[in-house]
């Protein structure tokens, strides 16, 4: 254990009379979770700094007896005689210290987070029936864990504002607040957005935008995610669905080419809301509100739901295998300088490799992806839209960068020079090919999860999953190697998007035993060097760094500078307020 | 009686007779008979006999088939399989049919009571008093002997078809 | 004994089904000929719901009885894997459906067992109440089936008639006449209701002279008495070596009662005899359940007489629902009313085996925990599976119509045996 | 031949017929209330006043039924079948006399002299009707069924045959009119001694005439089917036997041949040991017309009390088991019904002294 | 203490039959008796009679919503129910009241709440964790329909079952 951190100063710490080592500058609440000890929590959250006004993580503190020699007294048992501060002390804002001793389970401590439970509940609302966060709520956890399970309380609650609407995207119940003031810290420290605060004394303070702002910057969401009990909630979510009722499916954003990592919450096919999933080498514990919420579209009313091929100048539907072969039949009428393929950024890895797969056994050199920027920030969000530029870099090796094809492509369109076009996941709309030209191609193999211009003129349409119904994996901007799980099963006969390759190439005339979605990834990982030696299980949930390139983006500091910064803030405060 | 009745209940004993001798299934042939039988027993009738052909369906009909159904159930006897006509015992066989009918038709000419019509009954007759009278007076002996050979035939089927106690 | 591992070599399950298919198909003797197979149920008025028995017949007599069980399987123990304990209690009312209460019960006493817990004496009694009556009702219907097996359907209709008062107690108790699902872990879901002990009291006075009434029907009958003694004998070894329990054990003369042997509940504190038989046969099992429930009666009685106040539930306010008129008004019950019901007991991990002596034998449920709110196994030891193992070495030698009787005195379930 | 006897002879076919059948659809009725009442239920009531008319419901029922043929039955006898079930029970009331006279004509289809041992031919003939649809059906339980109905029905037969010879040894004639008359001269079979109260003889005549009675009644029970005595159909054995695989108007056959069974079953125990349609102290129809009814009712109460009394049994007993049934038919009431012949013939030459 | 049950050896006359055979015909005798003159009253001729007098309260019927005296839906919706139904046939779509209802401090209510009732188990579980004293199971025993999606109750149907409840807690007129 001590060889591996390279921090030279270790502190020998008892925590509940077992001693153990951590290095200096670890929080007493975080060297207790290290050894296995959970203490509750409210305000504390390790990413933010710690205000310590929630008391709920009270825990008995003492040091060694020293005797005369400034030495610790030895006790029968050769172990230091500890004296314990008579007062319980907080554990989050309190870093380790050589020969500190820590009791979490002591009767004073139980007693302690009983009488805080107790004066956190007494003004609390009656309403976990209505409330979003029961079934996730710390109110409830911690209030059976730690709590009394009869109330004493006889008195009328404090009333204060309910449905108070902070901002687009999320909407603030006071009532349920406890006044931990993460929200706060969040927006101050994170999202750099100051727009929180406190008002009013007692128990009568009340969270509240400060005037004239709105909670709406573009990660006001996370606040949600963090808040303890079910004050803030979001707009979107709101009395939706139970959380104890959605599956949670580990995945990651396909909104832009950070690649956040998700918990997918659904129920039943429908997905219910998108939340962060830790993972420091990428998002911390955030996420965007533009990726969190950008999953509405699968349930569009324009998703494509059957194999259609145009039959008469109408598309009418078919079943697959049908629709496969007429696709293969148009293709192979012509030659490979005849046929173009718009791939997508947003594709997989597998998708991208078998369309290159289709690519080279039609001999197409048309081949290229749609680049897809917007504005980033210095936060997460990225300028890069596509998730799988990088990917699409490694596998359909591009002379060029990524795009630059496309206006020769749709130059060759127009000439009447490419005759079949193949539109994967993308609108030809942005390339300047006019749904005339498209409509006179002898052959337009649309592959899409939404109906399009593109879609509507194709001659054969192929409908394929979305982000979170397939498995497979993308690379994100900074070179890491991440995958999507499967949340999800497509609606009506929409297939995963790498069986319809698979199977337009097997009709073309190439690709073999491919059964699985993981024997694509082992033909990419025996073709390309990057993957070598991976397979899309051991990927893991928290990805793989296969790119050299720089993982944290430098314009962004770093958590920790953050938090520093914050504690600098509020000790200065604190200095002041004693004077 | 009418003549009318009496040539359908003939013909009826007749071709079901025939019945139980062509027909391959064994239940078949054993129904065959039994309506046989009871063409039989109005024939009977037909001649005031009532006990004699009341008897007949009791006993022949009523009894003897049904034990012989219950012989042919228990075996669980199948439809016979159809054999190749053995032709020349075919014709061996009618000629041996035709020859005894000839020779019955012969004997029946040539004995006069059998031309003379019967005089009707007595309509108070009644046939089982008869019976009764003629068994137990003119025939007491030889009834009782035969009762006694049948009882003796029961006795030992009894001990033949009783099994070994295993 | 030193403890050594054996293997035990296991065919694939497919060899497994092929070979006892090709037993079931294959001659037994040489003189198949001679025999007949006779397949009685699934749905067969005498085999008391799904039970198919496949006979092999020489004559009326028959040489071979396979049993083929499983056309009730619901999986209720893989059910009871992916739902909270007291989710599962609705499910025990349909393994021994003719008795739920006293399924209901002993499942309850099962998982406090788990618990560790206690519940106060006032719900000792009331489950006590709950079992004995559950067992008359179940003996009445096992009494009339056996009676209308065998021909006498009038016997039926009367117990039947009786086994209608009992459930207007339950619906009384419980409210539900058949799906009682009274029990929750810790406790019951209500109080004994007002009326309850008056009506029992009259059930019980009145009970005695309708069973007077089948008994005179039925056992000096000499039609019922040759259709069932010395039919279907089960020796004392034999009872032991199949693992019996219940009335079809105590009927072979074996003293085996478990509210005897393991007095649960607080069955210590009443006064009441084990019946047993002697000879094993039918008749013997039959003239069991009779007694026995003269028997209950008596236990009824003092349960009444000694019935004590106080709370019925275990006050574990963690893992209890409160009262909704708490969970109405204040915050602490209502956050605990939440947490109990979305995750269930906080249960400790661990394994236990608890058995209760139902109407039909040892009903035993082995719970293997690895805490929190859902088993991680359950295993149902149902009497009436085990009890009908011993059906392929009774019924060779009996005749067909020995069979219902057979089958009528043993007295199964297949909502349990299947379960 | 002659026109008015032919005339009489098809009303009187046709008005028994009518009632017949009519007695056996309310018989099923009337089973099913008895049944209920006896086992504390209410039975059918609902259609028409007090359930009455079920039986036409029942009727409608079982016409609308799918009549299904199994693949593998022997189509012909299992058609036939259920028809030879009924014929033989409509058949034998031929020649029951189910009344005195009426407007002169003799209440009997057909008197002949040998009326008993008509009943017993062609009800004898009735066994076939269940073997051969246990056959037919090509199934194992009503195989079965088909099997214990022809074992059972032979051996019962037996004693039946039997049990009448006694009547017969006093009334010295097989004539079933004149069985009749004997009883209203002499007394009902069951008391014997009525008219003759003073002679002990005929007291004791008494003795063997209630257990030639009994023995009668039980074979009949066994000839037709009822518990105790219902093995072919065993329920809970043979889950239906014999008519297993019957269903629609061709179980309705069976279900009508069963109880058609029943009622000629008692008519015939009515006609030989209760009197016939006599009664004490009612006139016969030579009397007046209004008397002559009044038989016919007599007759048919009689036979209704015996209903109720095969219904009533059915519904208190349990069943015999087939090899139990076989034991008690040959080797107790067959030896009781023959040594009462031996007891009825040696107190016979008695009974006219004194 | 075990007893063991005497087994009844029977004498020459119960082995004549007759003796049972003829008890047994005066108890069966007895009951038709009975039944005749009307002393027997065990069953209930149903559509016209019924057991509703003698239901207890707490009888489990059919499942249904209940309003309070206010006329409020009690439901709010929590998926309690939902989540504790053995058999899953409960389904809720839970929205939000609109601001200008009478009722908008409740926030939440079901948009849609259906049961299966040919899912339905009738074992109460939906009433005992309901926390909101909304679901009841009520007298209703007779529930029919033709086809499998008229068993299917939804919202206003088991509103009609379930009717106005009196007594009920009303927690929510505290609220502002």
Redesign the interface.
């Known amino acids: 254990m001590a060889d591996q951190t390279p921090s030279p100063q270790l502190f020998n710490v008892q925590i509940d009379g077992v001693w153990h080592q951590f290095p200096k500058g670890t929080r007493v609440i975080e060297a207790c979770a290290r050894v296995g000890v959970f203490v509750p929590r409210y305000c504390y959250h390790k990413k933010l700094s710690s205000p310590g006004n929630c008391r709920m993580c009270l825990i008995e503190m003492g040091f060694p007896r020293l005797g005369p020699d400034r030495k610790p007294e030895l006790g029968a048992d050769g172990k230091p005689i500890i004296n314990w501060i008579p007062r319980p002390q907080i554990s989050c804002a309190q870093d380790v210290s050589e020969g500190m001793a820590v009791r979490t389970n002591s009767p004073l401590v139980k007693e302690c987070q009983r009488g805080v439970m107790e004066f956190l509940l007494i003004n609390h609302p009656l309403d976990c029936p209505i409330c979003d966060q029961a079934g996730e709520c710390r109110l409830q956890e911690f209030s059976v864990d730690f709590g009394n399970s009869k109330s004493r309380f006889l008195e009328n609650k404090v009333k204060k504002p309910k449905n108070v609407v902070l901002g687009p995207r999320v909407t603030l119940d006071d009532e349920r607040c406890i006044l931990c003031s993460r929200c706060i810290r969040f927006c101050q420290e994170i999202a750099h957005d100051d727009v929180l605060g406190f008002v009013d004394r007692g128990s009568y303070t009340a969270l509240t935008a400060h005037p004239g702002k709105r909670l709406e910057n573009n990660y006001s969401l996370n606040t949600v995610d963090i808040c303890p009990v079910g004050a803030l909630t979001s707009t979107d979510f709101r009395f939706k669905m139970r959380v104890w009722f959605l599956k949670e499916t580990k995945s990651i954003c396909t909104s832009c080419a950070t690649g956040c990592n998700t918990i997918i919450g659904t129920r039943e096919d429908v997905i219910y809301r998108q939340t962060p999933r830790e993972n420091d080498h990428v998002n911390s514990c955030w996420m965007c509100d533009y990726g969190r919420l950008n999953f509405k579209y699968l349930e569009a009313e324009n998703r494509l739901l059957e194999p259609q091929i145009r039959s008469d100048g109408n598309l009418i539907a078919v079943d697959w295998p049908m629709a496969i072969a007429e696709a293969a039949l148009q293709l192979k009428q012509f030659a490979g300088h005849e046929i173009a393929i718009i791939a997508s950024g947003r594709m997989t890895n597998e998708e991208l490799w078998l369309t290159s797969q289709l690519a080279k056994s039609l001999g197409v050199q048309w081949i290229d992806i749609v680049p897809r920027r917007g504005p980033g920030d210095d936060i997460l969000l990225s300028e890069d839209r596509n998730p799988n530029t990088n990917g699409a870099r490694l596998i359909l090796r591009p002379t060029s960068e990524p795009g630059a094809k496309l206006t020769a492509i749709a130059e060759a369109v127009k000439s009447g020079e490419v005759k079949a076009l193949m539109i994967l996941k993308e609108n030809t709309m942005h390339l300047g090919i006019s749904v005339e030209q498209l409509a006179r191609l002898p052959a337009l193999i649309a592959m899409n999860v939404l109906s399009n211009e593109a879609t509507e003129k194709a001659t054969v349409v192929l409908p394929a999953c979305s982000f979170a119904e397939k498995r497979g994996s993308m690379i994100n901007g900074k070179g890491r190697l991440q995958r999507l799980n499967r949340a999800v099963r497509p609606p009506g006969n929409a297939r995963d998007d790498w069986e319809i390759l698979r199977d337009l190439l097997q009709a073309v005339g190439g690709g073999d035993s491919l059964s699985s979605v993981d024997d694509v990834f082992r033909r990419i990982s025996e073709t390309v060097p990057q993957f070598a030696g991976l397979t899309l299980s051991k990927i893991g949930d928290l990805g793989v760094h296969i790119l050299q390139m720089e993982e944290l983006p430098t314009m962004r500091p770093s958590d920790e500078e953050n938090i520093e910064q914050a504690v600098a803030i509020q000790a200065r405060r604190r200095a002041v307020r004693s004077h | 009686m009418s003549p009318f009745l009496f040539w359908v209940f003939a013909l009826m004993t007749l071709i079901f007779g025939a019945a139980v001798v062509v027909n391959r299934n064994p239940v078949a042939s054993a129904l065959s008979l039994v309506v046989s039988f009871l063409g039989l027993a109005a024939l009977f009738m037909s001649l005031d006999a009532f006990f004699v052909g009341i008897i007949q369906v009791l006993v022949y009909a009523g009894a003897v088939m049904v034990l012989f159904l219950f012989i042919i159930m228990l075996l669980n006897l199948q439809a016979e399989e159809r054999r190749r006509i053995n032709w020349l015992a075919a014709a061996g066989g009618i000629g041996v049919a035709v020859i005894l009918l000839v020779q019955i038709c012969f004997v029946i000419g040539d004995f006069q009571a059998a031309q003379q019509t019967f005089p009707p009954l007595a309509g108070s007759t009644d046939d089982v008093w008869n019976i009764g009278a003629l068994l137990f007076r003119n025939y007491n002996l030889p009834f009782q002997i035969v009762g006694v050979l049948v009882l003796v035939a029961t006795v030992g089927v009894v001990l033949l078809s009783k099994r070994e106690p295993r | 004994m030193p403890f050594t591992t054996r293997e035990i070599e296991l065919p694939d399950p497919v060899t497994r089904v092929a070979a006892a298919d090709a037993a079931l198909r294959e001659p037994a003797d040489a003189d198949i000929g001679e025999k007949m197979v006779l397949n009685m149920g699934p749905s067969h008025p005498a085999t008391h719901g799904v039970l198919r028995l496949i006979l092999e017949l020489d004559g009326e007599i028959i040489t071979k009885a396979t049993p083929d069980i499983g056309f009730l399987h619901r999986g209720d123990e893989k059910i009871a894997e992916n739902m909270q304990y007291n989710q599962f209690v609705p499910y025990t009312d349909r393994l021994d459906y003719l008795a739920p209460l006293s399924n209901n019960v002993a499942y309850a006493l099962a998982v406090e067992k788990l618990m560790a817990w206690e519940i106060p004496p006032r719900g000792k009694a009331i489950r006590t109440i709950c079992c004995e009556t559950s067992r008359i009702s179940s003996h009445l219907m096992g009494l009339g089936a056996m009676a209308l097996d065998l021909g006498a359907m009038t016997v039926f209709l009367y117990t039947f008639t009786e086994r209608e008062k009992l459930y207007d107690l339950f619906e009384l108790l419980t409210g539900a006449r058949f799906t009682t699902s009274y029990t929750r872990v810790g406790g019951q879901i209500r109080d004994l209701p007002e009326h309850f002990i008056p009506q029992l009291k009259k059930f019980l006075d009145d009970f005695g002279p309708s069973l007077d009434e089948c008994d005179k029907l039925l056992t000096r009958n000499r039609i019922f008495v040759d259709r069932t003694k010395d039919i279907g004998v089960i020796s004392k070894e034999r009872a032991i070596a199949y693992a019996l329990s219940g009335p079809n054990l105590r009927g072979s003369g074996i003293e085996h009662d478990l509210r005897h042997k393991h007095p649960y509940l607080d069955y210590d504190n009443y006064d009441f005899d084990v019946v047993i038989g002697s000879a094993g046969d039918c008749y013997d099992r039959y003239l069991v359940r009779i007694e026995e429930m003269r028997q209950s009666v008596r236990i009824l009685r003092q349960v009444i007489d000694k019935l004590p106040g106080g709370p019925i539930n275990v006050a574990d306010w963690k893992n209890m629902t409160p009262p909704k008129s708490r969970v109405m008004t204040k915050m602490e019950e209502l956050i605990h009313h939440f947490i109990v019901v979305t995750e269930g007991l906080d249960a400790p991990p661990g394994e236990i085996y608890f058995a209760a002596e139902n109407p039909k034998g040892e009903l035993g449920f082995y719970i293997n925990s690895r805490g929190g709110g859902v088993p991680y196994r359950l295993k149902i030891r149902a009497p009436s599976f085990v009890n009908l193992s011993i059906l392929p070495e009774l019924l060779p030698g009996c005749m067909v119509s020995d069979v219902p009787a057979v089958l009528g005195s043993l007295d199964f379930v297949m909502g349990e045996c299947d379960r | 031949m002659d026109f008015a006897f032919v005339v009489t002879s098809l009303l009187k076919i046709v008005g028994i017929l009518v009632v017949i059948l009519t007695m056996v659809s309310y018989a099923v009725y009337a089973e099913r209330r008895v049944s209920a009442f006896i086992q504390d239920r209410l039975g059918p009531n609902r259609v028409g006043p007090a359930g009455l008319f079920q039986p036409i419901a029942d009727m409608f029922k079982l016409l609308l039924k799918e009549d299904f043929t199994p693949r593998s039955a022997n189509t012909f006898y299992y058609w036939l079948a259920p028809c030879l079930a009924v014929m033989p029970a409509i058949i034998t009331i031929a020649v029951v006399p189910f009344g005195s006279t009426l407007f002169g004509v003799p209440m009997v289809i057909a008197d002949v002299n040998v009326g008993i041992l008509f009943v017993f031919a062609i009800a004898s003939l009735g066994v076939y009707g269940i073997v051969i649809g246990g056959w037919a059906s090509n199934s194992k339980y009503p195989f079965l069924g088909g099997i214990r109905s022809s074992a059972q029905m032979l051996s019962y037969e037996l004693s039946l045959g039997l049990a009448v010879i006694p009547v017969f040894l006093l009334v010295g004639n097989l004539r079933l009119t004149s069985v009749v008359r004997y009883q209203i001269e002499h007394g009902w079979f069951i008391a014997p001694f009525v008219g003759d109260w003073t002679n002990p003889w005929k007291w004791l005549l008494a003795i063997p005439m209630i257990i030639s009675f009994l023995v009668f009644m039980i074979a009949i029970f066994a000839e037709t089917n009822r518990l105790p005595f219902d093995l072919p159909e065993a329920e809970q054995e043979l889950a239906g036997g014999y008519n297993i695989e019957y269903s629609s108007m061709k179980f309705a056959l069976y279900f009508l041949g069963e109880y058609a069974a029943m009622i000629t079953g008692s008519a015939v125990i009515v006609t030989l040991f209760l009197g016939g349609w006599h009664f004490p102290g009612i006139p016969d129809g030579s009397h007046g017309w209004i008397f002559g009814l009044i038989n016919i009712a007599v007759f048919f109460a009689k036979v209704a009390a015996l209903i109720f009394i095969f219904m009533w049994v059915r519904w208190t007993l349990p069943r015999f088991r087939y090899d139990q049934l076989m034991r008690l038919g040959w080797l107790f009431f067959f030896e009781i019904a023959l040594v009462n012949i031996f007891l009825v013939a040696a107190i016979l030459p008695y009974t006219s002294r004194l | ?8 050896k ?1 004498n020459w006359r ?4 007759l ?3 003829v ?3 005066a ?3 007895k ?2 008796k ?3 003159l009307g002393r ?1 009253k ?2 209930m ?1 149903y559509p016209e009679q019924k057991w509703d007098s ?3 309260d ?3 019927g059919a499942p249904a919503l209940v309003q309070d005296e206010d006329g409020r839906v009690r439901c ?5 129910c ?3 139904c ?1 058999p899953r046939a409960i389904k809720i779509i ?3 009241i609109p ?1 200008a209802d009478r009722f908008a ?4 209510y079901p948009e849609a709440f259906d049961i299966d009732m040919i899912r339905c ?5 939906c009433e ?2 309901c ?3 909304a679901i009841f ?1 009520r007298k209703d025993y007779a529930i029919t329909g033709f086809t499998r999606a008229d068993m299917v109750h939804h919202k206003e149907k088991l509103l009609e079952i379930g009717g106005v409840m009196h007594g ?2 009303l ?1 929510w007129n ?3």
Request: positive net charge.
């Open positions: 203490m075990a007893i063991t049950v005497p087994r009844p029977l119960e082995r004549s039959y003796p049972a055979i008890a047994g015909l108890i069966t005798f009951h038709f009975n039944m005749l027997t065990v069953t001729q003698s239901l207890p707490h009888y489990r709010v919706a929590c998926q309690l939902e989540f504790i053995p839970p929205g939000e601001s401090k409740v926030e939440k188990i009738f074992c109460g579980m005992e964790v926390p909101e004293q199971l009920v807690v927690k505290e609220k502002k």
